[in-house]
């Protein structure tokens, strides 16, 4: 038997990373008292995330599309350093690094981080893709930099790309490094601000 409508949506709406049971039911009382264009242009903007927006096959952030362009406009950009690569956990971790104003290189998401003690680490994040965007640059690409959250699992899982990386880094003879002092222990870098991400920039090793 199916949950009345205000419950399936506020059990929809939980799902959502940060929100909690209050939360949510608040979600569905505004929307239940809002005016229809408001709740009319909601449900329009979700039907356009699929069908105009994209994932780049490249970075594997998300971008709106003009359907022109299968890339996203940092991938697309040939006036960036096409020696740098940085691996960062989410798209949103992007924003600050932009802010910071310190980076000139190309992205890589990974979608998520390996839990401790998880048994299948490859299933977390977009590890394929990482090796194959890496063989792809590997005449120009000298240096790749993590820069993940520094909790548990941030820790967890560059321990991981270290290990999967290794042949690839030997290989090419590339170098591997991680944001330098300046982040506090289980920061986040959607969080960070500009100045504490470009002195962790500054300081990587």
Do not use: W
């Not at 239940?32 to 242009?41: C, G, I, Q, R, S």
């Not at 994932?55 to 096409?82: G, V």
């Not at 003690?117 to 893709?129: C, Q, T």
């Not at 870098?189 to 991400?197: H, Q, R, S």
């Amino acid at each position: 038997m199916s949950l009345d409508p205000i419950n399936e949506l506020a059990e929809l709406f939980r799902r959502l990373p940060g929100i909690g049971p209050r939360q949510a039911k608040r979600f569905v009382y505004y929307l239940l008292n809002a005016d229809p264009a408001t709740v009319t242009k909601l449900t329009d903007l979700l039907g356009r995330l699929r069908s105009q927006v994209k994932q780049c096959p490249d970075c594997q952030i998300y971008f709106a599309s003009d359907n022109k362009n299968e890339r996203c406009i940092t991938c697309r950009d040939t006036t960036r350093d096409h020696s740098l690569l940085m691996i960062m956990e989410k798209d949103v971790d992007l924003e600050p690094m932009r802010r910071a104003g310190v980076y000139s290189g190309y992205y890589f998401f990974l979608g998520g981080l390996v839990p401790i003690l998880d048994k299948e680490p490859a299933r977390r994040v977009r590890l394929a893709a990482l090796l194959r965007l890496i063989e792809s640059k590997n005449k120009e690409l000298k240096e790749i930099i993590i820069a993940l959250a520094t909790n548990g699992e941030g820790e967890n899982t560059v321990d991981y790309l270290r290990q999967s990386l290794k042949s690839l880094v030997e290989k090419y003879d590339l170098k591997l490094s991680l944001l330098g002092r300046g982040l506090s222990t289980n920061s986040e870098l959607e969080y960070t601000d500009p100045e504490t991400i470009s002195y962790a920039f500054k300081n990587r090793g």
